[in-house]
């Protein structure tokens, strides 16, 4: 084991191709199906919403597809590649013999890993000829990024921002505005939905299914205007895969083989991104890793879900998914970490899981925070509600490894920081948190 603190790798290194899991799969990812007839949805019966080159690659089985110069280029800006960081002083704090170990994708300008799917998206939309696309977004992490996407390959972006968090949680609108985005409240008279649900209740506080609804709406209905989604499907898993493939140069850096790979999930994307290339691996039987999603207790789509075909929106408008999920209706409670809260989970995920390759547990949100303020206090940065999860549980291995006196390798994906989310801090040093 190389004993350095940090492994940077240089702009040279960006890696040139994503890493494509279908290809490695024990079977196959199950397929979209149309509602209407529940047959697997026709390549062209989604052009209506995305264009053809990221059809194509929802739908591909080569093991590896090659980034595009230009969106190389923009992965410098993004502050590509990211480098691993060993905690040293989070292992002294809680004398482990364990070496914890965190990918930093809290490095880009929207604080986040999102960027990494936005700019590829944004591309492969500016190739097919697309001028507007359109988003949904929760507390503004998704939409900021593809509004920062956007702007660097010359697009509209229209975002449709759920009312409680538009006026709510203002920062991340303001960062979207500074990108040139067209930010609405959702749900907003720009679309027949939203006037709908406005003539009924003119305070309707919106949800990320009507945004969703209202994205889609708008899509279909304006000409060279395409739609856009931040997690979940299996091109999103693709392109965070740039995290996976820099990490498995970095592991080889600090010649270590992980004993967990650790992620949050939401929808499944910065975690499958950050730990594809490695389940590859095991899939082949050369490492003998343990990979770890973890979510909140309040949202277990994962741990406690059904593993079958849903929507992946509330009002039932995508096409079916085969995912673990809590039902397209379920509402859940609202916790800090917005970017955890979704009825359903990443169907490559999913499978995964169902197949034994991926475990899931799930942690309280209290706990989740005092894991991030413990990491404040040694590592500096404030991560992200979300990211707390992950810490919850890099630090609950690193204290058995102590127990069991372990030199455990304890890896896990340090999705974003929280300098846009310090309410929740806030609600938590102040007692007030439940
Ligand atoms: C959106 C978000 C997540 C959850 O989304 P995934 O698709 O599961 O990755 C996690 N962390 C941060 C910082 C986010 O912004």
Known sequence: MNNAVRFTLGVDDIPKRWYNIAADSPVPIPPPLNPGTNQPIKPEEMEAIFPRNLIEQEMCQDRYVDIPEEVRDAYIMLNRPSPLVRAVRLEKALKTPAKIFYKREDLSPCGSHKPNTAIAQAYYNMVAGTEHITTETGAG???SALALACSVFNMSCKVFMVRVSYDGKPYRRYVMQVY???????????????????EKDPNNPGSLGIA????IEMAVTTPNTKYSLGSVLNHVMLHQTVIGQ???TQLE???????YMIGCVGGGSNFAGFSFPLLGQKIKGKVDTEFIGVEPT????LTEGDYRYDFGDTAGMTPLLKMYTLGHEFIPSPIHAGGLRYHGMAPSVSLFKDLGLVKSVTVDQIDTFSAGIQWALAEGVIPAPETTHAIRVAIDLALEAKRKNEEKIIVFNFSGHGLLDLVGYDKYLSGQMK
Request: avoid cysteine; charge should be negative.
């Open 180 to 198: 040139g985005a067209d930010v609405y409240p959702s749900p907003s008279p720009e679309t027949k939905y939203g006037r709908t649900l406005l």
């Open 298 to 301: 309040s949202v277990p789509s």
């Open 253 to 259: 850096m600090a010649d270590v083989v992980p004993d």
């Open 246 to 248: 820099e990490l498995l």
């Open 212 to 215: 969703i609804s209202e994205a």
């Open 141 to 143: 992490q998704w939409g």
